[in-house]
């Protein structure tokens, strides 16, 4: 039987961005989709037309919705999320959901101690704002250059903000940066599931919005458990390295771990 894969977006990009992904999978023999986060129309323009079909979503209700996918398929996917795709991709491995998972510069988790300045910055549009948690917010061409562009020339920054960014839901920002303060944290993983299936995390070390050094500490949350977590860090790389132009030797690397 064919394996699924389920690619998961994170803040500011449409499900769509990940089409060169999906294609890309099928040609090496898995059965790939790619389903928007709840509420999310179907394509780029109608996100951009219709802002508030998205807002007030948080970290469970999209964990759930993935969830609810996942349980619909005939066998357990690989799970591939970037960014708060990435943390929910974490989230959906420590339920015992999916078969193996790959987290690209995945969202800060609970437990994770780091803040960068970079960070903060790239989160500000949104965290500066407390009503933003009930709204859906749209990057800038310039913060979308900070948080994601940064490591790329910035015209190729500019047309990938032209093609793929959405307006997205505040509420996972503040759900993230508040869960060190919270028992019940929405952005709590299960890191100690030992039965789970193998997980990678790839962390590009220019990336201004999720920077390396949050997601060396999310791996080092893992432990010495059982199950398989490794760590892949690409050295030049920032927030858009699953859309920009060097996006194949980040795929390439995913295909070929999950063939190890």
């Known amino acids: 039987m064919t394996t699924p894969v389920v690619f998961i977006h994170g803040l500011w990009l449409h499900a769509s961005s990940w089409q060169p992904w999906s294609d890309l999978f099928a040609e090496r023999g898995y059965d790939p989709i790619a389903p928007g986060w709840p509420g999310e129309p179907e394509t780029v323009a109608a996100a951009r037309s219709n802002p508030e079909a998205v807002a007030g979503f948080g970290i469970d209700d999209v964990t759930n919705h993935y969830a609810a996918i996942i349980r619909g398929l005939p066998t357990p996917p690989v799970i591939i999320g970037h960014s708060f795709g990435g943390l929910i991709t974490q989230k959906l491995l420590g339920l015992g959901l999916g078969a193996a998972g790959i987290a690209i510069d995945p969202a800060q988790i609970k437990g994770v101690k780091p803040l960068p300045f970079a960070q903060l910055r790239s989160a500000f ?94 791996y080092k949350l893992y ?32 295909l070929e771990w999950l063939k190890r």
């Open 125 to 218: 549009p949104v965290l500066s704002n407390p009503a933003n948690r009930r709204k859906a917010v749209s990057l800038t061409l310039p913060q979308f250059r900070y948080g994601f562009g940064n490591a790329i020339p910035a015209a190729e920054s500019d047309e990938l903000f032209e093609k793929w960014t959405i307006p997205s839901p505040g509420r996972p920002l503040f759900e993230g940066a508040l869960a060190n303060f919270q028992k019940d944290s929405a952005a709590a993983v299960n890191t100690g599931n030992t039965t789970r299936g193998p997980l990678l995390l790839i962390s590009g070390q220019q990336d201004h919005t999720v920077p390396d050094v949050v997601t060396r500490a999310a």
């Open 223 to 254: 432990g010495d458990t059982a199950a398989t977590t490794d760590l892949k860090q690409f050295p030049d790389r920032g927030h858009s390295l699953t859309v920009d132009s060097g996006w194949r030797g980040v795929a390439d690397y995913a």
